[in-house]
């Protein structure tokens, strides 16, 4: 048995889909293929929609998993024509749904946490067994609900007796820190692409930034960025997560009133200033002798942001995770499909360091085919 697994990926900038088939056969993960898709613009449109409050909320989310799945199952086929495999080969598929609430233990201490998905939709779309849903065990026991993926970051980045960083930078940004000693902690830093990518949109009609490159050709209004910095939670101490219930337009909009002399071009340099910011204080407090950090995700392919960041952290290296055998935009659907076979093997996860969850779990609802 070839020990496969696919995952599937969509994150806070609500783009699209990424999905890897991932071979478990050495034990360690090996991404064979890669394939995505984009949300069609009303899918995107509804998604982005449902992350706040508004009529027959139910009815509308119900149809946007639908929706969602039948994109999944789009780009899980897609995995199996280019590997010439019949659904069968694959054991299970990760996958992680759309989050569009984030609310760990807040209203009645325990909170909850959303990710629109209909596995058994998926798993009859796709005939594969699905696991999904696997931020909620996480909640239930007293966690953040993220990030899930440090202890895979640790499996494929960490070098044992080396000061190691692994940054996510998708919609969000998150972080794990693998410690010289052994020890490990990740969080989420904060706003990651999804100010950048908004306010781009807004004043370019681009859907974001390429390579950073309006950002770079504006100038950071340092007022501003102080303001944003302000934020009570960046000196909240780990664990923590966020989303866009905070990191949102109405956010922007808010901190923007005294700013509105601004040209869009300062606002995107500073925005993406933030971001760097946020992320490169966090690693100063939490790893001050970080020798590397591996960027992921959409953010690394900003080469304006990945220079801010190497500048900011001059005592580490900023690389890409590509340099270390995965692309940027494959390793959080390699993670699904990692943690699906978690769940599939019965194999509980101590996220006490990274979540706060009380002890380890596992994690994900399981769909038989």
Known sequence: MRDLFIGLMSGTSMDGVDGVLAGFSTGRPQVLQHASAPFPDGLRAELMALNTSGPDELHRAW???????????????ALLAHAQLPASAVQAIGAHGQTVRHRPQQFDGTGYTIQLAQPALLAELSGIEVVADFRSRDVAAGGQGAPLAPFFHQEVFGRSGHAVGVLNIGGISNITLLRADGSMRGFDCGPGNALMDDWCAQHTGAPYDDDGRWAASGHVQDPLLARLLAEPYFALPPPKSTGRDLFNRPWLEAHLQSFRHLAPVDVQA???ELTARAIASEAKRHAPQLEELIVCGGGALNGHLMRRLQA??????????????IPPMQVEAAAF???????????????????GAHGARVLGGIYPA
């Open 337 to 355: 499909a990692w943690l699906a076979r978690k769940a599939v093997r019965g194999e509980k996860l101590e996220l006490t360091s990274t979540t």
């Open 63 to 77: 149809l946007a998993g639908n929706a969602l799945m039948r994109v999944y199952a789009d780009v899980v086929h």
């Open 312 to 325: 900011l952290l001059p005592g580490a290296r900023v690389s890409s995770s590509g340099d270390h055998g």
């Open 270 to 272: 500073t925005l993406t």
